[in-house]
């Protein structure tokens, strides 16, 4: 009876993770704690407008020297103050410019 028992708590279990959505408001599990930003925003490379350009560009960032996603308007947090961010989890590496725009980021879980 008890690895019946087993077997079904552990399906019930893999279904649960298989079926959890990736959530903007899950910190990222695998980032440095020092990377971890809540953002406004969360933007695609294939997704920057031109007015996103024109604020790199008065930030001194060079619009086509982006390669990876980018958050906006973000602040630094901790995995517990990311579970109360109201915007995007972001994982970032690159440079955080004046909390307006940091570079390198991940969405969501990592």
């Known amino acids: ?11 019930l279990a893999a279904g649960l993770v298989a079926a959890a959505p990736a959530s903007d408001n899950v910190p990222p599990l695998l980032c440095n704690p020092d990377n971890l930003y809540c953002c406004s925003e969360f933007v695609d490379v294939g997704d920057i407008t031109p007015a996103i350009d024109a604020l790199l560009l008065l930030l001194g960032v060079d619009p ?11 602040s630094t947090e901790t995995v517990i103050e990311g579970l109360a961010c109201q915007g995007t989890n972001a ?19 990592v």
């Open 1 to 11: 009876m008890l690895p019946c028992i087993f077997t079904i708590v552990t399906a």
């Open 64 to 74: 086509d020297s982006i390669v990876a996603p980018i958050g906006l308007t973000c």
């Open 91 to 109: 994982c970032c590496g690159g440079d955080n410019i004046l909390g307006q725009v940091v570079l390198d980021c991940s969405d969501g879980l």
